[in-house]
């Protein structure tokens, strides 16, 4: 992908997310300065995002972003399935309908005035890794590893909300409606819907992320944030929910977003990813420390073990953050290297309900849940 500079519409749209935020095409190498997305305040020197589609928007972290437990908000990853949209109703609005005692419609400052809170979660969309994947073709974003960022958010809990509107016990699902639209009639909605103990327990409708206004890119002013499943289920741009019986038939739920098999895809599957050293750094003979974080959607990561010799011998890293559900942990090793020339770092995690990640995830038409594990190759003189 060639260099490129933005349209004025594409410039005002960033411009809405942040003051002074700037994306890059995948390629370059230089490193920039990156502007906060609240405040265009200079932050220290990053990489800029990586772009992988241009229209809708699909961005992914550089590794380097993702060495701290928080991912900041002009290095968090974009996913967009539909155009940005491109009326902001004022006030932003979300209606709770259907299966309900009295439907109600909460304006963003009512909102607000309930009782916050705030909750660090992990997302990561669920073709993270899809470009490493041995597939003869799809037309996913082709990702790298860089689709997962951690945030706080600061909001009100679904079942808050819900309880306000009466929802009655007939409601088993909860359809969520966004603002993005497709660029054509034909287009289908963005429509998924998640079940009543999901809804019911961590959920959360966000406003702040990081302490700060949420980003109208990452779904601002108001959006879902669903801890322990991949990112399509947390909602940007949230206008409507809808509890009803059964599950969306929308099109990206009945139909997308399956495994081979058939099963949907929810949960955030085990995995871990090396933050330092990058790929093709050179290291010295010795002992290099190895960083990471891991995560899962079942329980707690418990284990990382990292490799020095491709895989040969295991040993186990430390981790430098505690265990929360719905959350990657931190972690450091300090790993061997025996000789000069090209060698092989690898990361695998392990999480409380037993599972590892594999060397090589199942490949699935969709491309969907890559946990294989992690390598990286390093220059050792």
Request: proline share 7%; glycine share 10%.
């Amino acid at each position: 992908m060639h260099d490129r500079s933005l349209t004025r519409r594409e410039a005002l749209t960033l411009a809405l997310a942040a003051a002074g935020t700037l994306v890059r095409p995948a390629g370059r190498a230089e490193r920039l300065f990156a502007a906060d997305q609240s405040g265009g305040q200079r932050v220290s020197e990053a990489l800029r995002l990586l772009v992988r589609n241009a229209r809708p928007l699909d961005a992914e972290s550089p590794i380097e972003a993702l060495r701290t437990f928080e991912t900041s908000n002009d290095l968090f990853f974009v996913r967009s399935h539909l155009a940005l949209p491109t009326e902001v109703s004022t006030p932003w609005t979300l209606t709770i309908d259907g299966e309900v005692a009295r439907p109600v419609t909460l304006r963003l400052d009512e909102i607000r005035r309930m009782r916050a809170e705030h909750r660090p979660a992990t997302i990561e969309c669920a073709g993270n890794g899809r470009g490493r994947l041995d597939l003869p073709a799809t037309s996913g974003v082709q990702w790298g590893f860089g689709a997962v960022s951690t945030a706080t958010w600061t909001g009100v809990p679904l079942a808050a909300l819900l309880e306000r509107a009466g929802v009655q016990a007939s409601a088993l699902h909860f359809w969520m409606e966004a603002g993005d639209r497709g660029p054509a009639p034909a287009t289908p909605t963005f429509l998924r819907s998640i079940p009543r103990d999901t809804a019911l327990g961590d959920a959360l409708v966000a406003y702040e992320m990081n302490g700060r206004p949420l980003p109208f890119l990452h779904g601002g002013p108001l959006r879902l944030v669903v801890p322990l499943w991949y990112g399509m289920a947390s909602t940007k741009w949230l206008t409507h929910v809808h509890a009803r019986a059964t599950e969306s038939d929308n099109h990206f739920m009945a139909r997308g977003y399956r495994y081979a098999d058939g099963s949907a895809v929810d949960l955030m599957r085990v995995k871990s990813l090396i933050t330092e050293p990058r790929d093709g750094e050179r290291v010295a003979v010795g002992t290099t420390r190895v960083t990471g974080v891991a995560w899962t959607g079942t329980g707690t990561v418990e284990r990382v073990e990292i490799s020095s010799d491709g895989g040969g011998t295991w040993q186990p890293a430390r981790f430098t953050s505690e265990p929360r559900p719905g959350t990657w942990r931190l972690w450091e090793a300090d790993a061997p290297i025996q000789s000069a020339g090209e060698r092989h770092l690898r990361a695998r995690a392990t999480d409380t309900a037993g599972h590892t990640q594999p060397e090589h995830a199942t490949p699935n038409p969709g491309g969907y849940g890559n946990h294989s594990i992690h390598q990286v190759r390093v220059d050792a003189r």
